[in-house]
C-alpha cells in the first residue's frame, strides 16, 4: 500500500472531564517498527486501542492500512495482530490446541508447531493455558498475536514478565518480523533499551500529546539532559550542571590556569534523560522532533 499504515492526525481522547489524549499526531510507515514510551497513565494503550479498533476516538482523523479503525471489518482485522495487556481468556484450553483454534480464523495463518518452537513453547504444547507462568503466558499472548501472518502487529508491553532471555529471544524475533517480512509494529514499552534496540523511531507520549518522535539516536540528542561536570576548588567539591561541559571545562581550565582538580564529567543515560524529560509534565510542549 502507498502511504503510511498509521496516520493519526489531531487524535483526541476524553473519558468524562478528563482528556487523556490532547492531540496526537503519528505516522508509521511500512515496515517500520516505532516503540512509544510515556509514564503510567500517558495514555499508550488507549491510543493503541483506538488504532486496534477495540476503541472510539473522542475526535480526530484516524487510518490504519488506509481504513478509519472505527468502521474496520473483518477483512481489515484479519491483517492485524494484535498483543494485548493482560489477556487471560480460555484458561482450561491446551497451548496448541488454542493457537491451531486461533489459527483457524486466517486464510494463511503460521504453522502451530514451528510458532512454538520460535516461541520457546514446545514443552508446554499439551498444557492448559492457566497453568502457564506469567513469561509463557506472555509469549503464547505474542504467538496468538503473530498466527495469522499480520501486516500489522500492535504488541502493548509484548516483555513484561520475560525473564532476559525470555526477552533477548524476543527480541530477535521481532527484528527478524520487520526484517524478513516487513511487519509493521506499533509497540508500548517502558524499557527504554528495548526501545532502542527494536525500534526504527521512538515517540514519547506526555501530557497528551507525542512530545518528541525520532530515531534512537536523534532523539538522544535532542531530549539528553545536561551534564554534570565536577571538580575541586580550595579542596571542596564543586558540581554544574551544564548543557554544554566541554565549554565549561574549557573555562575552569583558563580560570584555574591549567589543569583543573577532580574534574569529572558526568553525562546522563538516555534512561535519565527521558525522566527527566517526563517528570511531572502534565501539559504538552510543542515544536521538538528529533532526526
Ligand atoms: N475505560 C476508561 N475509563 C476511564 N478512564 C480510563 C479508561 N481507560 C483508561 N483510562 C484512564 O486514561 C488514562 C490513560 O490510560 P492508559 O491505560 O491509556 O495509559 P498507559 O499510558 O497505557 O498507562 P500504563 O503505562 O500504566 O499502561 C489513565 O489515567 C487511565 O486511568
Known amino acids: ?28 510507515g511500512a515496515g517500520e517498527v516505532v516503540a512509544l514510551l510515556g509514564p503510567n497513565g500517558a495514555g499508550k494503550t488507549t491510543t493503541i486501542e483506538i488504532l486496534e479498533g477495540f476503541r472510539r ?23 492485524l495482530g494484535i498483543v494485548l495487556q493482560n489477556w487471560q481468556d480460555h484458561p482450561r484450553w491446551g497451548v496448541r490446541q488454542l493457537l491451531t483454534h486461533i489459527a483457524g480464523f486466517y486464510d494463511r495463518p503460521r504453522d502451530a508447531d514451528e510458532l512454538l518452537e520460535v516461541m520457546g513453547l514446545t514443552a508446554q504444547a499439551g498444557q492448559a493455558v492457566g497453568r502457564l507462568s506469567g513469561g509463557q503466558r506472555r509469549r503464547l499472548d505474542v504467538a496468538l498475536g503473530i498466527v495469522g501472518h499480520p501486516e ?31 511487519m509493521t509494529v506499533l509497540l508500548t514499552t517502558h524499557d527504554l533499551a528495548e526501545a532502542e534496540r527494536l525500534a526504527d523511531r521512538i515517540a514519547i507520549l506526555v501530557g497528551g500529546t507525542v512530545t518528541v518522535c525520532g530515531t534512537p539516536s536523534g532523539l538522544a540528542s535532542v531530549v539528553r539532559a545536561a551534564s554534570e561536570v565536577c571538580w575541586l576548588e580550595d579542596g571542596v567539591p564543586r558540581t554544574e550542571r551544564t548543557s554544554d561541559p566541554s565549554r565549561l571545562a574549557f573555562e575552569l581550565h583558563r580560570r584555574f590556569g591549567g589543569p583543573v582538580p577532580g574534574l569529572e564529567v558526568r553525562r546522563p543515560s538516555l534512561e535519565q534523560s527521558y525522566l527527566d524529560l517526563v517528570a511531572g509534565k502534565d501539559e504538552p510542549i510543542t515544536g521538538r522532533r528529533a532526526a
Open 57 to 79: 476516538r473522542s475526535s480526530g482523523e484516524v487510518t490504519v492500512l488506509g481504513t478509519d479503525p472505527g468502521r474496520g471489518g473483518d477483512a481489515w482485522r484479519a491483517r
Open 1 to 28: 500500500m502507498s502511504g503510511p499504515v498509521i496516520r493519526a492526525r489531531d487524535l483526541r481522547m476524553r473519558y468524562g472531564r478528563a482528556e487523556v489524549l490532547r492531540g496526537v499526531d503519528l505516522e508509521v
Open 152 to 182: 500489522l502487529l500492535f504488541l502493548d508491553e509484548p516483555t513484561s514478565g520475560f525473564d532476559p532471555e525470555a526477552r533477548r529471544e524476543f527480541h530477535a524475533l521481532v527484528e527478524r518480523l520487520a526484517r524478513d517480512e516487513g
